[in-house]
């Protein structure tokens, strides 16, 4: 048996036994301790407190938001809040964006496969985040305007159908971007850039005016509106969360891209933040029983998480780095990246900013590949 045949045995292996030495680790190696409920939490059981407010000549100004608690309320006319905001910056981005595509591409305008992918993305995205709103109707009670109501002992939460909603608009526009080796670098970035505008032109027809006249447009936003993310989800998706995500990504795409990296590589650090992460929380909630407190990146805010949400991260790392090995170039690249990735992304999962915390992810894991593909 070659060298390369071992490899990929081993390589195998690991995968197989991941999961169930995972198990090992955190049930029989270290016994799970008997949990009580929890006083200073966040994301993996969702109680956020803020240490300068935990003071105790200050503790009346305290305020507790538990998972499925509502935050506020969209009583504002909606032109007083975000949603005028991100309709004037989409109408300029679209002007922007069609600017340049005409002075530097103008033969993109005649790429029709390219476009009828766009509004293939645009209806699934709707059609996913539409069933991920039905679930929500299902569980949950809904009020006079729609609005999805539920409380912290609440069995289902929004969290779990907006997961689904963020694994979607992430993987999606790198699958339907065109990227062809014989176009310039130039090229490759703007039809990633629609890709991305498709994506929020999802989150745009949600607006206030739109989805409240509109159950269609309603129930999509349920399967995103978290209570603790009112009244500014649309924010937090997009400004916070989508918008710096996109960018980061385009970035690796274009380094990856001038030094003559596999491109597919940004699929790795993707992936591993939207299935990972989004399966950290749900795990760590059900299952969780080694909890850790922990300290947001830029913020003072405490975090209580689990070891067993944390080690989804962990495990999708070695899992789809394994899955795209071959954008590396030999099995060194591919050994070191296993030793370093899983457990820094982890660490990121567990110290990133609170609502940006994708693309602090993605930045950390696409650093990683990157600095591996430059030197190893």
Known sequence: MGTDEINLAVL??????IIPLTWFILRIVIKP?????????????????????????NTKNIRYIHEGESAGEYSKKWTSTYDLVFLILMVCFLIILSILTSIYIPSFWTEWKFWLKQIFAFIFIMFVVFCGG????????????????????????VNYTKKIQHLAVHVIPLVISTHKSDHSILYNLISL??????????NLILI??????????MTQFNSIDRPEDRPHTLMWVTLCNNVPTYAV????RWLFNIYGFDMNAVFIFTLVNTVGDGLAEPVGIYFGKHRYKTRGCFNRTRYERSFEGSACVFISAVFFTSIFSFTFRSYLQIWITLLILPISMTVAEATSPH??????????????IFFVLLFV
């Open 249 to 252: 990504t385009i970035f690796f």
């Open 12 to 17: 195998i292996a690991l995968n197989i036994l």
């Open 208 to 217: 206030k005016p739109l989805r409240e006249r509109s159950t269609f447009l």
């Open 33 to 57: 301790k008997t949990v009580q409920k929890p006083d200073i939490t966040d994301e993996h059981s969702s109680l956020v407190i803020n240490e300068e407010e935990k003071d105790e000549t």
């Open 134 to 157: 039905l679930l929500c109707r299902h569980y949950c009670q809904i009020d006079e305007h729609g609005y999805i109501i539920t409380n912290r002992s609440s069995h289902f939460k």
């Open 193 to 202: 850039t629609w890709s991305y505008y498709t994506v929020l032109l999802t």
């Open 355 to 368: 609502t940006c915390d994708s693309a602090f992810i993605h930045g950390v894991g696409g650093l990683i």
